[in-house]
Nanobody
Framework: QVQLVESGGGLVQPGGSLRLSCAVS????????VGWDWHRQAPGKQRELV?????????VYADSVKGRFTISRDNAKNTIYLQMNSLKPEDTAVYYC?????????WGQGTQVTVSS
């Protein structure tokens, strides 16, 4: 059974940075050759897609995070990362990773990011 565990969230001041990690585990499962997404959900709002790492190795970002967030992967560690710079209060949300397209059973607990002074 594949399990995704997000970590790295926390409280940060506006303008600060965080790096989120998504560790993927499961017998014989590799993140190589698979597309991955980072999503976020703010209180009272729908979950939104913020960053994609495609199967082909391209990256795509939501307009709201373009130029500030960077998605990357380490195939050897079976981990997907989201580097977040120049954070804004509107980035406050629970952040989740999932395969692209999303698989229901892959949703983890997420990691809380709070941007506040």
């Amino acid at each position: 059974q594949v399990q995704l565990v997000e970590s790295g969230g926390g409280l940060v001041q506006p303008g600060g940075s965080l790096r989120l990690s998504c560790a993927v585990s499961g017998s014989g499962f590799s993140i190589y050759g698979v597309g991955w997404d980072w999503h976020r959900q703010a209180p009272g709002k729908q979950r939104e897609l913020v960053a994609t790492f495609t199967r082909g190795g391209s990256t795509v970002y939501a307009d709201s995070v373009k130029g500030r967030f960077t998605i990357s992967r380490d195939n050897a560690k079976n981990t997907i990362y989201l580097q977040m710079n120049s954070l804004k209060p509107e980035d406050t949300a629970v952040y989740y990773c999932n395969r692209r397209p999303p698989i229901t059973n892959y949703w983890g607990q997420g990691t809380q990011v709070t941007v506040s002074s």
